[in-house]
């Protein structure tokens, strides 16, 4: 498999294993972001408006109700991955830039051919990232940017995205940006470099109340 292939493969596992989301409320230091990286704020509009750019390819490419409420079904965790995916891309940007490294409009275009090439075609390609990786028409472009950057900071380390050295870079530029995440979306662990379920003792107070009550 080619190594660029087998980066999307790794980053993707990361986003897919997120876990459920919360409920809890907004976050008071950020009101109206859904997430904070370093002087970055990911506002909830501009989540909510990455999950309508995929909502809507999704409804554009499947015109059967009954296969849309499929990939709907098996895309039900969007707004977390997606929340996931757009904070760790600009981890990966500041590991990136800590080692020097860059990525060309060309060497995207490049990495592009290749795999429309595998693929059968653009819209093939399209296709496949929005149902495989939830990544609409319009975002695909940066998304394989994010690829390129990646596999070229592994070979910089010396390493690959599967290996703790390269995860390793990003737990260093996840702690240097210093990720906050609003509450109802978790919390980010800077070690794993993931979003996590955020503590709430609350829950498990009033869940063992409710039970401790007579029937």
Not at 3 to 12: E, G, H, K, P, Y
């Amino acid at each position: 498999m080619h190594r660029r292939r087998r980066t999307v493969l790794a980053l993707s596992a990361v986003i897919a294993a997120a876990a459920p989301l919360l409920t809890a409320c907004g976050s008071d230091a950020h009101p109206g972001a859904a997430a904070v990286v370093g002087d970055q704020r990911i506002t909830v509009s501009q989540l909510e408006n990455r999950v309508d750019e995929v909502r809507e390819a999704q409804r554009a490419a499947v015109t059967d109700e009954a296969q849309y409420a499929e990939a709907i079904a098996q895309t039900g965790t969007l707004t977390r991955d997606t929340l996931h995916g757009m904070v760790l891309d600009q981890v990966l940007n500041r590991a990136a830039k800590d080692a020097g490294v860059t990525v060309s409009r060309k060497e995207v275009q490049a990495f592009r051919g290749e795999l429309e090439a595998q693929a059968g075609g653009a819209q093939a390609l399209e296709a496949a990232w929005l149902q495989q990786y939830g990544v609409a028409p319009e975002r695909l472009d940066a998304n394989l940017r994010v690829q390129i950057e990646a596999q070229k900071l592994a070979t910089k380390l010396g390493t690959d995205t599967s290996q703790p050295a390269f995860w390793a870079a990003l737990s260093d530029a996840s702690k240097e940006l210093g990720v906050d995440l609003n509450p109802r979306y978790g919390a980010w662990d800077a070690e794993k470099v993931g979003r996590v379920d955020a503590q709430t003792p609350w829950v498990r107070e009033v869940t063992a109340a409710a039970e401790q009550q007579p029937a």
